[in-house]
Every structure is written in structure tokens, then in C-alpha cells.
């Protein structure tokens, strides 16, 4: 549910007050580091798998609603204003993922680190795959280049003569 109301503050300040996506987009960056920058020295820590008193797991929902308020925005940010489109946008923030879990097992970076970056991306990365398989009139945020869902090849037999020859 948290996840929803951190898409609904963005989407309502970005379509509703006409808080633009750069704007949404700092704000959101910045109160996750400000929860990030108040947990650690409280708790000595961010890692999930310390998660055993109320005042950890507030610290870690404060950082989940921000994480998803600051997915929409710059997963929209970059797919609209920046104008790469739905797909190259979810495209593009796979490909930070996957060089942020190269670089954890290459060179060993911190895996707590590791965690919240990606988890930190795979809001966008669902945003822009979920705008790119349910937008119509568009295609990957393109103007013209409707999307529609992959057919069968004309060579296989449709299913309605399949059917028929049963």
C-alpha cells in the first residue's frame, strides 16, 4: 500500500498542482537522503536484515514511500521530459542496475549500498515497462508508433482453423 501512496504524491503533485517532474524529482532524491542521512547515525545502520524494532522499521517505510515517489518522478522525468520514451527508459535504468550488480561482485561494493540502489531503480525500471505495455495512442512514448501486442507469424495456422479442423 505504501508503494501506491508514494506513486499517487508524485502523479497528484506532478497532474493535479502542476509540480513539475524536475522539481518532484529533487524533492523526492533529497528527502530519501535526508531519511538515510537521520538513520544510519540513529541505528548504525541500513540494512534490511536488522529490521527488528518499531523505530528501524519506520526509518525503513519513510525510505520505501520516498523510493517510489522518486521512482515515478524520474522514471517520468526521463521517459517524458527528456523525451527517451517508455522502453529506452526502462532499457536504460536496467543497464544501471546491471553495472551496479557488476561492479558488487567485481570489485565487492557494499551490498547493503548495492541493495538500496537497486531497490532505489526498480521503481523507475516498473514504471517506465508498465507506461510502455499499457500505453496506447503512443509506443515507448512516441507520438504515432502504436504499441500493440505481439502476433503469431502469418505462417502458423490462426486459432480459429486449428479449431475447425478438430
Known amino acids: 500500500m505504501i508503494s501506491v501512496v508514494g506513486t499517487l504524491i508524485t502523479d497528484n503533485l506532478v497532474d493535479n498542482f502542476g509540480v513539475s517532474l524536475h522539481t ?4 523526492f532524491a533529497l528527502a530519501l537522503a535526508v531519511t538515510f542521512t537521520w538513520w544510519y547515525p540513529v541505528e548504525k545502520t541500513l540494512s534490511v536484515h536488522s529490521i527488528y524494532t518499531r523505530r528501524r522499521e519506520g526509518f525503513s517505510w ?8 522518486l521512482g515515478t518522478a524520474a522514471g517520468d522525468l526521463i521517459a517524458e521530459k527528456f523525451g527517451l520514451g517508455y522502453l ?5 535504468v536496467a543497464a544501471v542496475i546491471c553495472a551496479i550488480t557488476a561492479l558488487h561482485y567485481g570489485v ?6 548495492v541493495f538500496w540502489l537497486a531497490y532505489i531503480l526498480s521503481r523507475p525500471l516498473g514504471a517506465s515497462l508498465g507506461d510502455f505495455l499499457s500505453s496506447t495512442g ?7 508508433c502504436n504499441w500493440a501486442p505481439p502476433q503469431p507469424p502469418s505462417c502458423l495456422p490462426s486459432s480459429s482453423s486449428r479449431s475447425s479442423s478438430a
Open 108 to 113: 565487492k561494493l557494499n551490498a547493503v549500498l
Open 62 to 69: 519513510l525510505a520505501i514511500l520516498f523510493t517510489f515517489a
Open 24 to 27: 518532484t524529482t529533487i524533492i
Open 138 to 144: 503512443t509506443w515507448a512514448g512516441c507520438t504515432g
Open 88 to 92: 529506452a527508459s526502462a532499457l536504460l
